[in-house]
């Protein structure tokens, strides 16, 4: 075997720039349509072959963080580590560590992700050769949004999330996070959807229009986002650190994913750092990120080939 017996990757968070629920799916998943954009808030993954059976993992993160871990036995990791077994694709024994900085339960994806670079991470090492094609179908048995983060960028996702379009993406875009330290669980902000009365929600043609346009302005007046009113009802002060968000500067704002996180786009750098300030208080924690082009990086061993 000619892999590298140890990887670091970087994996990034996601925020959605658009997601319409277009209904309740008999399998009770929802059938959706939204827009991925990748984002440069990461965690770091180190996975390392070892002669152990099976895979142990294990969480840390720095003071920043400020919320709970995932846990040892229920993680995205050890379920990747489990469907890639049922599929035959079988590991001796594997160690990952997982810095964390994207919360758990934020609607930025970070475990998702996290799921995806351990797949990406084992078939370097492992020399499996997969195409992005068997790679997708990996990750889309491990959760909806973790084959978005095989590729990154900015895609259109429908079905579940796992049917990808690659959309134009706007490079330099930069964006304010409003994170809270209380997660919430992504099952339950779609169980509290179920339980509304029905909108009329906009199509996302002109946001892709806005997007092939590289218009930031027009983009930012777009937002849309079906799960933010489940969230609301969930936890009814997004509405006002929402709000917040538009009243210290930025350009827009919206609910990612399931929340609780709260993204604005800001006009640049400078004005990312004047509305990071004025919104301190109305979150845990905000940080000021940039466009990531992709999700899985490795920063450290060979590059993923053909990828
Ligand atoms: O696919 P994944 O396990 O990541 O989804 C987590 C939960 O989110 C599901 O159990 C389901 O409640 C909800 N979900 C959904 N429709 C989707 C994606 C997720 O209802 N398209």
Known sequence: MTAPPKLRLRTNAKINLFLRIASLRTDGYHELESVFHGISLFDSLEVE????????????AG????????????????????????????????????????????GLGGGSANAAGLILGLNEMMDWGMS??????IAERVGSDVPYFISGG?????????????????????FVLGMS?????????YAAFDELKPEVAPNSAPLIHALGAGDVVEVASLLYNDLERAALVLRPELGAAKAAMVEAGALGSGVSGSGPTVFG???????????????????????VVETAEACVEIVEGTQPSGL
Do not use: C, W
């Open 265 to 287: 786009i800001a006009a640049d750098r400078s004005s990312a750092a004047s509305i990071a300030a004025r919104i301190e208080d109305a979150f845990d924690r905000v940080e």
């Open 154 to 174: 900015t895609m259109l996702a429908l079905s579940r999330g796992e049917e990808l379009q690659r959309l134009p993406m706007l490079k330099g875009m930069t």
């Open 181 to 189: 330290h209380r997660p919430l669980l992504t099952r339950d902000v």
């Open 49 to 60: 072959l070892t002669d152990e059976p099976g895979l142990d993992v294990a969480f840390d």
């Open 63 to 106: 003071p920043n963080y400020g919320t709970v871990l995932p846990t040892t036995d229920e993680n995205s990791l050890t379920q990747t580590f489990g469907v890639l077994r049922d599929m035959g694709l079988e590991v001796e024994g594997a160690r990952a560590v997982v810095f964390k900085s994207i919360p758990v339960g934020s």
């Open 132 to 137: 992005r094609g068997d790679l997708h179908d």
